[in-house]
């Protein structure tokens, strides 16, 4: 159980462009997910909490417009980088937690993001 | 400022052995503590977790916890070349669920 799905895994873009990452829980609800970005040889950092049904909350010196954060539903969230640039190329991660009350959180495989 | 900490290693110990992985923490108040296993490229992987002071065993992982001491650490015993991968602790301090990771300490085990 308590499996996370990410989609891409892997995508190169053109500087300007927007792109979409999908995160889906896919044998439990989650209300609650959380976006990671990890640079190479770095530790994990938490971007934003995702809430199902209202606005996410960002962590300071992450900028909102620039990567929003949908949570239509209980097993869905998704992170849009917008105009994307070559400093944002990374490994985003998100991971979910089934709400057991033991504050597990299960990561999704992650997406690596480059951009050109 | 709420911080984990942990040894960025690498920590090389040969099949068989057991390994030992620190972390300390500096919020008085945490309850929930983690070990990640993170293979390089990859998403981190939940092995432990422990809530309560004292060990926790689940087969050759034991993880163990001294909230006096601010200090959470993991023991792996018969150590196999496949252990090799960064481990990272994580600490929630409230019950809004935010994990808070340390660098991570990376394993080699060699054969």
């Known amino acids: 159980g308590a499996v996370v799905s990410q989609h891409p895994s892997r995508v190169i873009c053109k500087s300007g462009t927007s792109v979409k990452i999908e995160c889906r829980s896919l044998d439990f609800q989650a209300t609650t997910m959380f976006w990671y970005r990890q640079f190479p040889k770095k530790s994990l950092m938490l971007m934003a909490t995702?809430?199902?049904?209202?606005?996410?909350?960002?962590e300071q010196g992450v900028e909102k417009d620039k990567f929003l954060i949908n949570h239509a539903s209980l097993t869905l969230s998704t992170l849009t980088v917008t105009s994307a640039h070559p400093e944002d190329s990374s490994f985003y991660i998100c991971?979910?937690?089934?709400?057991?009350?033991?504050?597990?959180?299960?990561f999704g495989p992650g997406t690596r993001l480059t951009v050109t | 400022q709420k911080e984990v900490e942990q040894n960025s290693g690498p920590l090389s110990v040969p099949e068989g052995a057991i390994a030992s992985l620190n972390c300390t923490y500096s919020?008085?108040?945490?309850?929930?503590f983690f070990w990640y296993r993170q293979y390089s490229g990859k998403s981190p992987e939940l092995i432990m977790s422990i809530y309560s002071n004292g060990d926790k065993e689940d087969g050759r992982f034991t993880a163990q916890l001294n909230k006096a001491s601010q200090y959470v650490s993991l023991l792996i015993r018969d150590s196999q070349p496949s252990d090799s991968a960064t481990y990272l602790c994580a600490v929630i301090y409230n019950q809004g669920g935010k994990l808070i990771f340390g660098q991570g300490t990376e394993l080699s085990v060699k054969p």
């Open positions: 991971s979910a937690d089934p709400g057991q009350g033991t504050y597990e959180q299960y």
């Open positions: 995702s809430n199902e049904g209202s606005k996410a909350t960002y």
């Open positions: 919020d008085r108040v945490s309850q929930s």
